[in-house]
């Protein structure tokens, strides 16, 4: 049974960088990441294909956001760089193309926080 894992969360300057990470991304699926800041609905972030060869992005991190991964130890990643007040929130990973199925789930990770200060 899949279990998603979420790390890599931490508080940074405006500007700086993060890099999250999923453990026990589905190898041969599509995956994604979502973030939810407090008040606000769950918001998709992130989609990459099984392969790794196919991502999408909401417009509001295009050019500073990046997806990947690594089927062989089966890792999700989201590399966060230039990074704003408003992309704090807690990040989730889950299967699917924009599909937030994993989220709040038994599959499903706790999250991982990222604050960025100004």
């Known amino acids: 049974q899949v279990h998603l894992a979420e790390s890599g969360g931490g508080s940074v300057q405006a500007g700086g960088s993060l890099r999250l990470s999923c453990a026990a991304a589905?190898?041969?699926?599509?995956m994604g990441w979502f973030r939810q800041a407090p008040g606000k609905e769950l918001e998709w972030v992130s989609s990459?294909?099984?392969?790794?060869?196919?991502?999408n992005y909401t417009d509001s991190v295009k050019g500073r956001f990046t997806i990947s991964r690594d089927n062989i130890e089966s890792t999700l990643y989201l590399q966060l760089d230039s990074l704003k007040t408003e992309d704090s929130a807690k990040y989730y990973c889950?299967?699917?193309?924009?599909?937030?199925?994993?989220?709040?789930?038994?599959?499903g990770g706790q999250g991982t926080q990222v604050t960025v200060t100004s």
């Open positions: 889950t299967r699917g193309w924009k599909s937030k199925m994993d989220i709040g789930t038994p599959q």
């Open positions: 589905t190898s041969s699926t599509c």
């Open positions: 990459i294909d099984g392969n790794g060869n196919v991502a």
